[in-house]
């Protein structure tokens, strides 16, 4: 019996585990928009757990400034501040172009011919989906590594995940209503990547600040996106 309430617990806290994970990636993906409910009493009855105690598993994400705790019985995703935005932003423009610039002249390229596999026929509706995203920021990872103390890169890619909610909620609206408009997005994309193929540190640092202006352009559209829907 004892060895059964193991097993029990053992199997609880990684269907636990896993619906946290999933939730997080909902909410960065923007599958879960701001001022969104999430029902725990489904999950706590099939954990045999209270609502209460389920939410206590979900600090993690309260931390990351993901949810808010509305009540015994669900969770609120909360919305994303303009102003912090604005600072992501500000901060992307500051470091990214020069990160590029110095990645661009010593860094191995040979990962972005598996990133063209994934870009094959790129019209950016790839990037809402997570195995596509995930390729394209590890390929960028690798490639800004030589160049970027940890503390660096650590900050690079905390800078991503502030801003991707927003953006992929904004890239979701475009691909509905304005799909033209994708095109503009997708040929900047592909200018960072010829650019840093090229070995051309001005091209490649003139080319992410394109793209970053653009993404926080999208980003902008997001969060005026979600605040609509939420309303």
Known sequence: M???????????????????????????AGRRLPGEH??????????????????RVFRTLEQDGLVSLGG????VVTEVNPRQLDRV???RRALQPDAF?????????EGFTGLEAVMKGFTVV???DDHAHGVERQVFTDFLAPVLTPIEMSLMIELEV??????????HWMLQHHPADMQTLANSYRQVVDACRMRSAKAAADAQLSYVRLAEDISHL????????SI
């Open 2 to 28: 004892p060895d059964r309430a193991r097993l029990y617990s053992m199997e609880s806290s990684r269907a636990l585990k896993t619906f946290v994970e999933q939730t997080r990636a909902d909410i960065l």
């Open 38 to 55: 999430i029902d725990l009493r489904p999950l706590a009855d099939e954990l045999n757990l209270s609502p209460a105690q389920l939410g």
């Open 72 to 75: 015994m019985n669900h969770l």
């Open 89 to 91: 932003f500000t901060l």
């Open 101 to 109: 610039a110095r990645a661009a002249t010593v860094s191995p390229v």
């Open 126 to 128: 790839e990037w809402l």
């Open 162 to 171: 502030a801003s991707e909610r927003s953006q992929r909620i904004g890239y």
């Open 222 to 229: 997001g969060l005026r996106t979600a605040e609509v829907i």
